[in-house]
């Protein structure tokens, strides 16, 4: 057997290459017992139905509406914004199971700040992360289902291979017609045969592709993951922040090929640009590793 795999150590060397480049490293499950529903999940929802269930007490409202945005303390965070609804956030990590961890710690992180963990984990198994290898039609649906069915727009967050994952998910969502993009029920984790959703917000049917969010980020995105066959589609898009996102926040740190355009040394390979009206900025970290960023669980 020895001999063999001696004699066959090219063919085995370039297999291993092909897996590694093609990005097919699968998470390690993780398991959980969890799991989240609430009743806008169980049936098709009806115009109006979402949004009346998103109501505060007046007290609540009148504390928000008081904040200055500008200037939110982690008091305010913990005291006030904890009671009122949040935008679900869908983490999407690396193709390596060690860097789902560090979503993990992120997400922590956001829970120890008062963000509802309702919000953060997938309400069917618990996990705190979508891995960078599902398919980009997937994730758009999923989008679409949740802004159906919990009433406020999700917000994105990729790091790594996820990063690159997020920007292909605003183009997608820019450049595709409306029967390409059909909705994806995360909870069963079935396509449902429709391209449309109720908008909670005016209250009509509209396609999930178009769809706007509030925010998404992106973070160590770039480098050498590049050259990865499932990320040739926004290889030469990359950088560009279509107007499906109103704000975008990329971050990418010096000396990082596995993230980072050019080590990162020069900084205009690495600047994310608005296509259009989108808000962009693009965030240097002076400090950290690749495969750590996100863990922040700590501070």
Not at 48 to 61: A, I, M, P
Request: glycine share 8%; charged share 20%.
């Amino acid at each position: 057997m020895i001999a063999l795999l001696m004699k066959n150590k090219t063919r085995l060397f370039f297999i291993f290459l092909f897996i590694v480049l093609a990005g097919c490293g699968r998470t390690i499950p993780e398991t959980y017992n969890y799991r989240y529903d609430q009743d806008s999940y169980d049936h098709q929802v009806k115009a109006g139905e979402v949004l009346g269930s998103l109501s505060l007490d007046r007290e609540t409202e009148d504390r928000i509406l008081a904040l200055d945005p500008e200037n939110i303390t982690e008091k305010d965070v913990r005291d006030i914004l904890s009671h009122a609804p949040a935008p679900r956030i869908i983490n999407i990590h690396g193709g390596m199971s060690s860097v789902y961890i560090v979503m993990v710690s992120l997400s922590k992180f956001l829970m120890s700040m008062g963000y509802p963990e309702n919000s953060l984990r997938n309400p069917a198994d618990g996990t705190y992360s979508y891995s960078c290898l599902k398919n980009v039609k997937e994730f758009t649906g999923i989008i679409g289902w949740y802004y159906e069915r919990e009433g406020m727009m999700p917000i994105i967050i990729g790091h790594s291979q996820g990063g690159m994952m997020v920007i292909r998910i605003l183009h997608y969502l820019a450049g595709s017609e409306d029967s390409d993009l059909m909705v994806w029920n995360p909870v069963t984790e079935t396509q449902e045969d429709r391209h449309t959703i109720i908008d909670p917000l005016e209250h009509k049917e509209r396609p999930v592709a178009g769809l706007k969010l509030g925010y998404a980020s992106s973070i160590a995105a770039g480098g050498t993951a590049r050259l990865l066959l499932n990320q040739w589609d926004v290889v030469f898009r990359l950088r560009k922040i279509p107007d499906t996102v109103e704000e975008f926040s990329g971050f990418y740190l010096s000396w990082d090929s596995a993230g980072t355009d050019y080590l990162g040394l020069i900084d205009a390979p690495n600047r994310y640009r608005p296509v259009g009206s989108a808000g962009v900025r693009t965030i240097k970290l002076s400090g950290g590793s690749h495969f750590s960023l996100p863990d922040v669980q700590h501070l």
